[in-house]
């Protein structure tokens, strides 16, 4: 399989909690990462996180990583309008630190 | 904060020709840039780490001679699709590390908006 995979597609209510899932298949991941892509544009990084947490918070956004099961989770809180993009989780490796392996990217859509 | 600039955003070529990307960090030097393509619904695929005062890093089954790379000086690197085909035609994204990133472990890139190429 891919080295990082996520769901294509979700869907929540406006106010309500988004989670966005990805698995990933190397145990040498030192850092993954959480990017956002609003439409036609490039990315930008919303928050990273160290191989040896297991929980990172900023503001409205909780990340959680399960080394064990290689599960890394993005929760959006109070999701708003504006968090309508694609949310991408992506990966670093100590062999080879300046190489970030992306995954295909969750389109998150908000339904008012 | 770091800032990325790519151009130009959209570009429409006609087969055989080929064509620039620029990728510029405006205020901060970047030794090392990535060029990223984007497919429909795809992940970004890591084409090429390009390295200042030196040869690109190709990612295997990207074509050097089709995607030339050059990273003139810490400020500009630049994408050349040579005898571009329509199924060159694609999203191409590029980056660059932020000062002190790596330093810190985590490789924290500053992205560009991005290039949509349509190649006729």
């Known amino acids: 399989g891919e080295d990082v995979e996520q769901s294509l597609f979700l869907s929540v209510r406006e106010g309500d909690s988004s989670v966005i899932n990805c698995t990933y298949t190397?145990?040498?991941?030192?850092?993954l990462y959480w990017y956002k892509q609003e439409p036609g544009a490039g990315l930008q990084l919303l928050t990273y996180?160290?191989?040896?947490?297991d929980m990172k918070q900023d503001q409205r956004l909780t990340v959680l990583l399960n080394k064990k099961d290689k599960h890394l989770s993005l929760r959006i809180a109070d999701t708003q309008t504006g968090d309508s993009a694609i949310y991408f989780c992506?990966?670093?490796?100590?062999?080879?630190?300046?190489?970030?392996?992306f995954g295909s990217g969750t389109r998150l859509s908000i339904r008012p | 904060g770091a800032v990325v600039s790519q151009h130009p955003s959209r570009v429409i070529c006609k087969s055989g020709t080929s064509v620039k990307i620029e990728c510029r960090s405006l205020?901060?030097?970047?030794?090392?840039m990535f060029w990223y393509r984007q497919f429909p619904k795809k992940s970004l695929m890591l084409m090429a780490t390009?390295?200042?005062?030196?040869?690109?890093?190709?990612e295997q089954g990207v074509e050097k001679d089709k995607f030339l790379i050059n990273h003139a000086s810490l400020t500009l690197s630049t994408l050349t699709v040579t005898s571009a085909h329509p199924e060159d035609s694609s999203f191409y994204i590029c980056?660059?590390?932020?000062?002190?990133?790596?330093?810190?472990?985590?490789?924290?890139?500053?992205f560009g908006a991005g290039s949509r190429l349509t190649v006729l």
């Open positions: 390009s390295n200042e005062g030196s040869k690109a890093t190709y």
């Open positions: 190397d145990s040498s991941s030192t850092y």
């Open positions: 205020d901060f030097q970047a030794t090392t």
């Open positions: 996180i160290f191989s040896n947490m």
């Open positions: 980056s660059a590390s932020e000062p002190g990133g790596m330093n810190s472990g985590a490789n924290v890139l500053t």
């Open positions: 992506a990966e670093s490796r100590r062999s080879s630190a300046s190489k970030i392996i």
